[in-house]
């Protein structure tokens, strides 16, 4: 076995607070869980990396299948790696919570890869970090936002050079366009999108919402309806010219062939955290780039920006959530980025993989559940 041989996989997960409650009709978040995985190399180099569990049982499914899979590999082929773990159970691993849980070994394999060769994750791929566009979540919690709020909070970021925002949407279409508008009234040269939180179920109560903004001059609407369904997406951008962007949370068995095949969308939404890592992640961007077809990340951007740089994709929008509102409380806990002239953010600093990935100052401040002690 060389130092690069994956020794020990460890496995942990944590409830970030929230200042008020999420709502999105019947989806409720009181906290937003995340899972860390960390692989320890021979070496003793440490590989991390996190996403949000969606209230399953990630850590669990890393327990009992992949681990057993990972352990004893090397690190250099974590793409040979990846496949096997995929093929094993391709009932299990290719698609939803058994996708999610092999998307984030695979991302805390090439960190730890990456820091064993002693080398940032952008330069082992290939790449470089460059400055990138920059979208600021806005709007949350979204029931206790108004126009008002809104117009202040995005008033202040474009003062701090954000030209970027994206707003979910309110407790009412009502709501969402006052909240809508306001931004653009802080705003009037800024890109706004709108997050739909898979909230409609029809493209007729869609199009009410749509009918009521438009005034915004909406950068795209995003996740309309429940995944699963390309028809109806494909239904609802033939009746409208507002960009369509879906994806999140989705990924696995035919995606994003589904949304291709249908004509459904303008922009196929990517997040390696959940749809495959790096290794799968490759394949997605792959058949946008074969399809002619535009593709953005999901949240998550001390990876994305990171890993679409090296990959050449520099004119992707990378999203934050304004800190501690609600968004992303673990990675509100890590570096944030600098907003330079334009809207742009600089490249996050380049240190050995993805960098520091963990605060564990802010994790004991939380609840979480850490049987192997990864957060001591």
């Not at 994750?121 to 920059?134: N, R, V, W």
Request: aromatic content about 8%; charged content about 20%.
């Amino acid at each position: 076995m060389s130092a690069s041989t994956i020794a020990s996989i460890s496995v942990a997960t944590v409830a970030g607070e929230l200042p008020a409650p999420v709502v999105f009709g019947d989806w409720i978040m009181k906290t937003r869980e995340y899972v860390v995985v960390r692989v320890t190399l021979n070496s003793g180099i440490e590989g991390w990396a996190f996403t949000l569990t969606r209230d399953g049982a990630v850590a669990e499914q890393i327990r009992k299948t992949l681990k057993n899979i990972y352990l004893g590999t090397n690190a250099e082929e974590v793409e040979k790696t990846y496949t096997t773990a995929l093929r094993r159970s391709l009932a299990s691993h290719s698609a939803g919570l058994g996708l999610r849980a092999l998307s984030i070994l695979d991302l805390a394999t090439w960190d730890a890869r990456a820091k064993q060769s002693n080398q940032s994750i952008s330069k082992l791929l290939g790449g470089t970090l460059e400055p990138m566009p920059a979208t600021a979540i806005i709007g949350y919690p979204p029931a206790n936002m108004g126009g008002v709020e809104v117009f202040e909070q995005v008033s202040e970021l474009y003062k701090k050079g954000w030209r970027r925002f994206k707003a979910p949407v309110g407790t009412s279409n009502l709501s969402t366009a006052e909240r809508l508008l306001a931004a653009r009234k802080a705003a009037p040269d800024a890109w706004i999108g709108c997050d739909a939180a898979w909230i409609f179920d029809d493209v007729d109560s869609a199009l009410g919402l749509l009918n009521l903004v438009g005034d915004v001059n909406l950068g795209w609407f995003e996740d309309v309806f429940p995944p699963g369904n390309a028809q109806i997406v494909s239904d609802l951008r033939r009746q409208t010219k507002i960009p369509i962007a879906m994806g999140d949370e989705q990924g696995g068995i035919y995606y994003p062939e589904s949304l291709i095949a249908k004509s459904a969308v303008d922009v196929v939404r990517i997040d390696l955290t959940c749809m495959g890592g790096i290794t799968g992640g490759k394949k997605i961007v792959k058949q946008c780039l074969d399809s002619r077809i535009d593709f953005a990340p999901h949240m998550f951007a001390h990876v994305h920006s990171q890993v679409f740089s090296a990959w050449g994709h520099t004119s992707v929008p990378i999203e934050w959530g304004v800190p501690w509102t609600g968004v992303d409380p673990y990675a509100d806990s890590l570096c944030q980025p600098q907003i330079l002239t334009g809207g742009n953010m600089g490249p996050l600093p380049e240190e050995n993989g993805f960098g520091n990935l963990v605060n564990k100052d802010w994790i004991h401040s939380q609840q979480f559940d850490d049987p192997d002690g990864i957060f001591s």
